[in-house]
């Protein structure tokens, strides 16, 4: 099983539709991110949290929510979605002190139409 | 001015080149130097990090040279499976939050 898990893969919603998009991890680890990645971008962090109810901007955070409710769980919320969301959305985990690197879910691709 | 700054290429090589990546940093605090390589749709994976000393790990070498703010990555006698985009990462200490930092990639082909 993976490390961290993104559910759904891939996602078709609608402009206007609120949409979820789920982070599990069973790393232990206790900060947990999300970045988009679009063509010719990179990758641009959304938001992100050190702990529990912990909850950080990150430099493009404007249309989005997250909830860390559990250590092990980071959710990541459009309220309303927009077509320019349209993207591919990785959550990546991180232990503090281990050096920094992160660790990735397999990545969510979600189209809004 | 962006943080992080590379080459996006594409670079398109033989098998067994050897090719050169670079990648600039703005942040003269920056203390943590990283490669990550992603495959076409998938997740970015750590390649290695990235030491003031530099280092290898087999037929990948990467160095840092702090002075000029910016990071190399070697690749020796490439093969097919190299094929991917190689991300530069680096950590600015400067901030708040010591986050990461990505580069855009730089896409690597690798031809027979």
């Known amino acids: 099983d993976a490390d961290v898990t993104q559910t759904p893969r891939n996602r078709i919603t609608k402009t206007g539709k609120r949409i979820m998009l789920e982070c599990s991890q069973t790393?232990?680890?206790?900060?947990m991110y999300w970045y988009r990645q679009d063509p010719g971008l990179g990758l641009r962090l959304i938001y992100y949290?050190?702990?529990?109810?912990?909850?950080n901007k990150g430099e493009i955070s404007d249309g989005y929510s997250v909830s860390r409710q559990a250590q092990a769980k980071f959710s990541l919320s459009l309220e309303s979605a927009i077509p320019n969301q349209t993207a591919l959305y990785f959550c990546?985990?991180?232990?503090?002190?281990?050096?920094?690197?992160?660790?990735f879910g397999s990545g969510t691709q979600l189209s809004v139409l | 001015r962006k943080e992080v700054e590379q080459d996006p290429g594409p670079f398109n090589v033989p098998e067994g080149a050897t090719v050169a990546f670079n990648c600039t940093y703005s942040?003269?605090?920056?203390?943590?130097f990283f490669w990550y390589r992603q495959d076409c749709r998938k997740e970015p994976k750590l390649l290695m990090s990235?030491?003031?000393s530099g280092n290898e790990d087999g037929r990948f070498t990467a160095q840092l040279n702090r002075a000029s703010q910016y990071i190399s990555l070697l690749i020796r006698d490439s093969k097919l499976s190299d094929s991917a985009t190689y991300l530069c990462?680096?950590?600015?200490?400067?901030?708040?939050?010591?986050?990461?930092?990505f580069g855009r990639g730089t896409q690597l082909t690798v031809w027979p």
């Open positions: 990546a985990t991180q232990r503090t002190g281990d050096n920094e690197k992160l660790f």
């Open positions: 790393k232990g680890h206790d900060r």
């Open positions: 949290s050190f702990d529990v109810k912990d909850i």
């Open positions: 942040n003269s605090a920056s203390q943590s």
């Open positions: 990235v030491y003031s």
């Open positions: 990462v680096v950590n600015d200490r400067g901030s708040t939050l010591g986050r990461l930092y």
